[in-house]
């Protein structure tokens, strides 16, 4: 049993100290934002590598920086939320950071 506790108690700690933040996520969403355009570029059937793809990560890293993104910390992980403003009304975007990491809830 303590060894378990001892386990449980070193997993929660090392979560609580890569929970990634705020200057995490942007640079996360920057490529995250490159890879989207290199795919996109692919679909289409053009060059992926002409340089696009890291001039539209870079802006937008410049755009995300600066927009108010809501992030609800749970201290082992945290949660962003995106609201991005369209013509049906607001999209909300949800990104779920644990251990350093980023996964996109639904479609973003």
Excluded: H
């Amino acid at each position: 049993m303590n060894r378990w506790l001892l386990g449980l108690v070193v997993v929660a700690g090392l979560l609580t100290a890569t929970n990634p933040a705020r200057p995490d996520f942007n640079a996360w969403a920057q490529s995250y934002v490159a890879k989207k355009i290199e795919e996109e570029a692919v679909k289409r059937g053009q060059n992926p590598d002409d340089g696009s793809s890291q001039l539209g990560g870079a802006i937008a890293g410049l755009v995300i920086a600066n927009m108010p993104i809501e992030r609800q910390n749970y201290l082992a992980f945290s949660i962003y939320t995106i609201e991005f403003p369209g013509e049906n009304g607001e999209k909300s975007c949800s990104i779920f950071g644990i251990a350093g990491q980023f996964l996109p809830l639904g479609a973003c």
